[in-house]
C-alpha cells in the first residue's frame, strides 16, 4: 500500500496565485521529497527535507515537515503556467535502500 | 550526459507474449530501480537492485523478472504479459553523497504498455 497520501487531489489556480500541496505519511522517514511529472515524462525531483529539518527552500519552492504529525507541505509561490503539472511527494525510511514510497499525486493546474 | 534511457517508449503485446524491458544510466549510480505507474496514481516499486550484483522485490514483483546486466544496466521482464500489466513503467537510479547521501532519484522517460 502507499505511503504518502496528498491532498488536495487536483488543485486549479490563476497565474501569479501560490499553491499548497499537503502530503501524509504513516511510517516515521529518514526523509521525504517532493517530485513534479508533466503529463506523459519522467518525474523530476525538487526538492528533499531531512526528518531533523523543518523547513527547506528552493527558489519559488517552500517544503515544511512536522513529523509529530507525519505530515509535509509543497508551497509554490507566484504560479506560472510552466508549473502546470502533477506534484507527487515520496519517503524513504530506515533499511530501505533509498526506496522510495510515492503518494497519488495533486494535479496542478496553472491558468495564464 | 543522457542521466537515464529507456527502451522501447512504447509497447502494444498480446496476452501471453513475453518482453524485456531495457534501462541504462551514464551517471555512476549504484542503485537502479523499476516502478509502474497506473493511472490516478502514483508510483510502485516492482524491483531494485541496491548495487551491481544484487535484486531485491519491491511491492509489487509479482509477473516480473530483473536483470541487474553491470552497473550501467538494468533491465525488467514480463515473461507471460497480462492485461493488469498494462501500465507505464518507469526505471531510476540514484547515487549517494555526503555522510547521510542524497536520495533524489533520477527518472528515465518511461515505457508506455498495453498488454491486449
Known amino acids: 500500500s502507499q505511503q504518502g497520501e496528498e491532498d488536495p487531489q487536483a488543485l486549479s489556480i490563476q497565474e501569479g496565485e501560490n499553491a499548497t500541496m499537503n502530503c501524509s505519511y504513516k511510517t516515521s522517514i529518514n526523509n521525504l521529497q517532493w517530485y513534479r511529472q508533466n503529463s506523459g515524462r519522467g518525474l523530476v525531483h525538487l526538492i528533499l527535507?531531512?526528518?531533523?529539518?523543518r523547513e527547506k527552500h528552493s527558489g519559488r519552492l517552500r517544503v515544511t515537515l512536522d513529523t509529530s504529525k507525519k505530515s509535509s507541505s509543497l508551497l509554490i509561490t507566484a504560479s506560472r503556467a510552466a508549473d502546470t503539472a502533477s506534484y507527487f511527494c515520496a519517503t524513504t525510511h530506515s533499511g530501505g535502500y533509498n526506496k522510495l514510497i510515492f503518494g497519488a499525486g495533486t494535479r496542478l493546474a496553472v491558468h495564464p | 550526459n543522457a542521466g537515464v534511457t529507456q527502451t522501447p517508449k512504447f509497447q502494444v503485446l498480446k496476452t501471453g507474449q513475453s518482453m524485456t524491458l531495457q534501462c541504462a544510466q551514464d551517471m555512476n549510480h549504484n542503485s537502479m530501480y523499476w516502478y509502474r505507474q497506473d493511472p490516478g496514481m502514483g508510483l510502485r516499486l516492482i524491483y531494485y537492485s541496491a548495487s551491481e550484483g544484487t535484486t531485491d522485490k519491491g511491492e509489487v514483483p509479482n509477473g516480473y523478472n530483473v536483470s541487474r546486466l553491470n552497473k550501467r544496466e538494468f533491465s525488467l521482464r514480463l515473461e507471460s504479459a497480462a492485461p493488469s500489466q498494462t501500465s507505464v513503467y518507469f526505471c531510476?537510479?540514484?547515487?549517494?553523497?555526503?555522510?547521510?547521501?542524497?536520495?533524489?532519484?533520477?527518472f528515465g522517460p518511461g515505457t508506455r504498455l498495453t498488454v491486449t
Open positions: 527535507i531531512r526528518s531533523n529539518e
Open positions: 531510476a537510479s540514484t547515487g549517494t553523497s555526503g555522510i547521510r547521501g542524497s536520495y533524489e532519484q533520477y
